[in-house]
């Protein structure tokens, strides 16, 4: 099952998708940030579009697990991505993706400059790849 990640931000939206296997995260792309139903219904077209079973919206968390500022506003994007689709949507932590994607793009030599912008699709990639990890794999 094709998985999509969301990785919901005050500027932009990142996403990935994962394989047909549901094993290896991919970034899809960015949507820029207008308004909550909006973004829902492009996210939802997107899921629809990639022919995903299921949604997968990063929340941001602190030391303790519960949702910081930006993951009770992840909460209520999750809400109105419900109501635009018929697939199942959970929160999954993201705690600390932005730094590994930034950590990801040194590791594979992008210069300082070109590191510059934004990090959204690769986070979304680096959310659902620690989803689809914790997945038990099947054959």
């Known amino acids: 099952m094709r998985v999509l990640a969301v990785d919901p931000g005050s500027k932009r939206i990142g996403l990935a998708v994962s394989d047909p296997t549901g094993t290896i995260a991919n970034p899809l792309g960015v949507i820029a940030h207008t308004a909550r139903q909006v973004d829902a219904a492009a996210v939802a077209a997107a899921a629809a579009e990639q022919g995903v079973g299921l949604?997968?919206?990063?929340?941001?968390?602190?030391?303790?697990?519960?949702?910081?500022?930006?993951?009770?506003?992840?909460?209520?994007?999750?809400?109105?991505?419900?109501?635009?689709?018929?697939?199942?949507?959970?929160?999954?932590?993201?705690?600390?993706?932005?730094?590994?994607?930034?950590?990801?793009?040194?590791?594979?030599?992008v210069s300082r400059r070109r590191r510059r912008g934004h990090l959204d699709d690769l986070a979304a990639t680096v959310l659902l790849q620690s989803f689809l990890d914790t997945i038990p794999k099947t054959g």
């Open 55 to 109: 949604i997968v919206v990063g929340q941001a968390r602190d030391d303790d697990g519960v949702p910081t500022f930006e993951g009770r506003r992840s909460a209520r994007f999750a809400a109105a991505l419900e109501s635009q689709t018929d697939l199942p949507v959970i929160l999954w932590d993201e705690s600390f993706t932005t730094r590994e994607a930034r950590a990801a793009r040194i590791a594979m030599g």
